[in-house]
């Protein structure tokens, strides 16, 4: 038996590196918080004897003692709180299997009498509270990489054609709840290429897209989102269609970006190139001011600035274009070669503005389409144009679902999934228990 002891920041990845290093055999027989994450202690080829008496780990009873007082402790101010965590800690404590080798089993903890009046919200230590909470979370990311793990093999087994269309769509990139939702509506459908097409036209009409161009309804256009995404350069190319088809009357910009280096010097340049008038609006300015004279133009676009989530001078951009006298359609611009969590930070930091739709850009560079589809259809935001290349205007184009479909086909990994990322998606999908896997 090999046995070896594992460290890190929290559960998920100490659970990766014991299956990287001693396989999905292994066997967790202890586990324990430490300074700075956890210590996972796992074992390859662990065969308890079921005659041999149980020796009682002392540490762990001591540990499981202190969280039962914690819990008695703490149970006045979680009612007080309306905390859901009570309803977590049944559901942790539901007998669910915990290792192939040895199953979680519900402690016996007598329940004390409950007291004559809830204790004051200040009477419970909140380090004591807050080691209890880590402690549960912990448990709770190690039962759902264990019943990942296991509701994978189990599918791979009862319906192997299923588990094939599961690794198709993970090699596209969508998410977990997003892949469950697709296979949930072909699910009586058995044979497998009709069930792909199926699956793929199906994804399709989950895109959203505008019934009118933007530029042809016309109004306020403002291009939002984090630095790097290509804000300008799709406002310019914008500019551009708008020109070549209606001319230079009826268009302005506006650049409210003052922190990056030339970029009001660069929009000046692209409107002495196309004959357009460009406006300028400083931090502390007013933006409806600056607006007001434009307003008998037919369509204005706005450059913002590409600032952190954390910045104090994002949420005063972001508040003047949701202002009541502005009607800004806000256009979140997102690059298609963006991590998954930066496409997810970008949304939740400029969704308070309102937005109308999104832009998804620098197609001729990415690897993946699978995870900007996700977002853009679970948070339905409408795919309003695509830019796959620098040339302007001609690399903007107005969005075809099932041609966006098809590339992100053709662009989609050559190798299949490996067996951790499939039982890792699958252990993510319990934090979305709406339908059942498989």
């Known amino acids: 038996m090999q046995v070896k002891r594992f460290f890190a920041a929290d559960m998920r990845q100490a659970m990766k590196l014991v299956r990287d290093e001693l396989g999905a055999d292994a066997a967790i027989i202890g586990n324990r918080r430490i300074a700075g994450g956890v210590e996972l202690t796992a074992a390859l080829d662990y065969t308890p004897s079921a005659l041999a008496p149980r020796v009682p780990n ?130 009586e459908v058995e044979e497998p290429r009709q069930a792909w097409r199926m699956l793929l036209a199906h994804l399709a009409r989950m895109i959203a897209t505008p019934q009118i161009e933007p530029l042809e309804e016309g109004g306020v256009i403002a291009m939002v989102g984090p630095a790097g995404m290509g804000k300008t350069t799709t406002l310019a190319k914008l500019a551009a269609r708008y020109v070549l088809k209606y001319g230079a009357q009826n268009i302005a910009l506006v650049s409210m970006d003052s922190y990056r280096i030339g970029a009001q010097e660069q929009l000046k340049t692209l409107g002495r190139i196309l004959n357009v008038s460009v406006t300028h609006v400083d931090p502390g300015q007013s933006l409806a001011n600056a607006l007001d004279p434009l307003l008998r133009k037919r369509v204005v676009l706005i450059d913002t600035a590409g600032l952190q989530a954390s910045d104090p001078a994002l949420r005063m951009q972001l508040e003047s274009l949701a202002g009541r006298g502005i009607k800004s359609k806000n256009y979140l611009v997102l690059a298609t070669t963006s991590q998954k969590q930066v496409l997810t930070a970008a949304y939740h930091s400029y969704k308070r503005c309102g ?67 499939m039982a890792d998606m699958f252990a993510d999908l319990y934090h979305h228990p709406a339908k059942r896997v498989g």
């Open 58 to 187: 002392m540490e762990l009873e001591d540990e499981l003692r202190k969280t039962a007082s914690r819990i008695v402790s703490a149970q006045a101010e979680l009612s007080m709180r309306g905390d859901s965590d009570a309803s977590t800690n049944r559901q942790l404590f539901a007998g669910l299997p915990l290792t192939a080798a040895e199953p979680l089993v519900e402690p016996t903890f007598k329940e004390p009498p409950r007291p004559a009046a809830p204790a004051p919200a200040g009477a419970v230590d909140q380090r004591a509270f807050d080691s209890m909470r880590f402690e549960l979370n912990g448990l709770r990311e190690l039962l759902e990489v264990q019943l990942g793990s296991l509701a994978w093999n189990q599918l791979q087994g009862s319906k192997p054609q299923q588990a094939n269309l599961w690794r198709r769509l993970q090699r596209i990139g969508l998410s977990g709840p997003l892949s469950r939702d697709l296979l949930t509506l072909t699910a």
């Open 355 to 421: 937005l109308a739709g999104c832009i998804l850009t620098k197609l001729d560079e990415t690897a993946s389409l699978g995870e900007v589809l996700s977002l853009a259809i679970s948070h339905e935001l409408p795919v309003a144009y695509l830019t796959d290349g620098p040339r302007i205007p001609d690399d903007l184009h107005l969005p075809r679902r099932h041609q966006l479909v098809s590339r992100a086909v053709s662009v989609q990994m050559q190798e299949e999934p490996s067996e951790e990322a």
